[in-house]
């Protein structure tokens, strides 16, 4: 290990976000697309983050992992282990990455197509681990067989268009864990796959979950994918998260309207519905959301004068977060709401 | 028997409805070299019905759709749709002008189906003046409500598709397909790409449309929930073959075939536990090429999900 990462602090949480605002250039203007994101993960633990597009959340991952475009304007603190990673640079940030490792939604954007799988697969043991060639392959093959890639070092020599989108995608999960990270950050990592792979690829992220305490941020538009493989749910919306609560209770119980609203429009695959709920209006990118009022009040069917005095804040309620300006009022009675004509 | 008169859109789909059914599909085969792509598959969808095929990528399920549309050629079997046989090219520009106007597809991808070059009002204009040669005015008329039908506001409908959002672009698409009023729509995992909250609008101005025009679908998806909130009937594809049909309640709640029960345990829902079983041999279907494997490694009869998408 390149540095202490977490060895005194390993009781606290692996990755603490505060206050995280991101501002981007948009079309000339500089605007907000992440707005006080804040987030713990404690060690071995899996977060979901559910969202819908322009909700912030890839944007999130981004920015944990350093990999926001130039010209981000970035406040607020991330810390991973208890160390501030907004500061690293060189080869801290490489030591950084190669804990916290990242799977996105389409490995083959994310891949060199003429490079051999075994070349990218074994690149961050070799160049930063100084590991050398032969132990990189045989422990890239190992690892290759847990995800369920046989066919052994034959493997390492094919390129990726040789591969199907789910083997590739398991290449990816095996390349990523190659350096034995402690955080996996998965950016809609199934949302390409067909549902049968989907269910294997999410059994080998469980399984790897536990063999090697890995934590996990599982990022997804699928709220009911994220509340059935994630401890905790964080909701975004407009740059903001919005709720936080135990997966569990997420879809039955929601603290948010947002939350509540996102359940019921979605389709039931027990029952046909005569109508879906379908929320009106559409998604707020960050960077269109009023500055000064609840980004959710236009679609939103609890919407009240004071949702458009202020932004609310997120607030502690029944071990969950919420920011909803009538969280506590509305409490308990938002989970009918998805069960109405179900 | 080709019906040479131009039908009322969305009318003559009611009341021809009633006896023949829009689209019938009868052995339909395709080989693509020494892959059968469809084998031997047979359905019908009645007017104002909606008819899901549901399989995994490989199945064979845009093979079919890009043959009732005419992109591809069978190798086998009929496709008759508004009365009309469809397995031969049509005859001329004028013939194939028709069929384009009784049978529109949405595909799956909203990035590579639109004009870069052409904003959703030139887009939907074209199809306007190409089918009904309608005058401006009622043009300008039909496009305000076609586009107000499928949510693009007045900014995103001048835009060009590099400028509007995936799912903004697949509403492009279905405004564009509605244009042309046909009898029967296909869509190819057309709502598969928006989010959330849009694709409940879509779905429900889906079913408004079919109710208010009599317009047959073909839902091509791999979502079995929007399958049933939108599919009368559902058909499961496996390797090209029909392994399962039956009404979309019936298919979901009790499915008979194996591979159907594999599809439906495989949907997250809460308490779920995704199963590995599958792993290996999913794995062990995929030999890297030119290599030996020990034998151990491909089981017989292993699964040959996760072929390579189409």
Redesign the interface.
Known sequence: MSHGTGGENTAGPLLEVAGLTVRLAVRGVRRAVLRDVGLTVRPGEALGLVGESGSGKSMTARAIDRLLPRGAEVTGTIRFGGRDIGALGGAELRGYRSHVAMIFQDPRAHVNPVRRIGDFMTEALRTNLGVTGAEAQRRATDMLAQVGVGGGPARLRQYPHELSGGMLQRVMIAAALLTEPQLLLADEPTTALDVTTQAEVVAILAELRRDFGLAMVFITHDLELAAAICDRTAVMYAGQIVEVAASARLHDDPLHPYTAALAAARPDITATRPRLRAIPGRPLSAFEAPPAECAFAPRCAHARDECRAAVPDLVTLDGGLSRCARAAELRGRLGEEADADA | MPDTTAPVPGTAALAAGTAAPVLEVTGLRKEFGELVAVDEVSFRVPASRSLAIVG??GSGKTTIARMIVGLERPTGGAISACGEDRSRPARSARDRRRRGRQVQIVFQDPYTSLDPRHTALDTIDEVLRLHHGWPADRRRARITELTGLV?LDERQSRALPRAL???QRQRVAIARALAAEPQLLILDESVAAL???????V??LL?DIRDETGVSYVLIS?????V??LADETIVLRNGQVVEHGP??QV??DPRHPYTQ??R????????T???R???G???A????G?E?PSA?APAGADQ?????E
């Open positions: 995994e990528s949510g959002s995936g799912g989010d959330v909250s849009i694709q409940a609008q779905l429900n079913a791999h979502d079995l929930a929007v049933r909130q979309t309640g979901l709640d594999r599809l345990a495989s949907v997250p829902a809460p308490g779920w995704p199963s590995r599958l792993a290996a999913a794995a062990s995929e030999p890297p090429p290599t494997l490694a999900e996760d072929s390579p998408r």
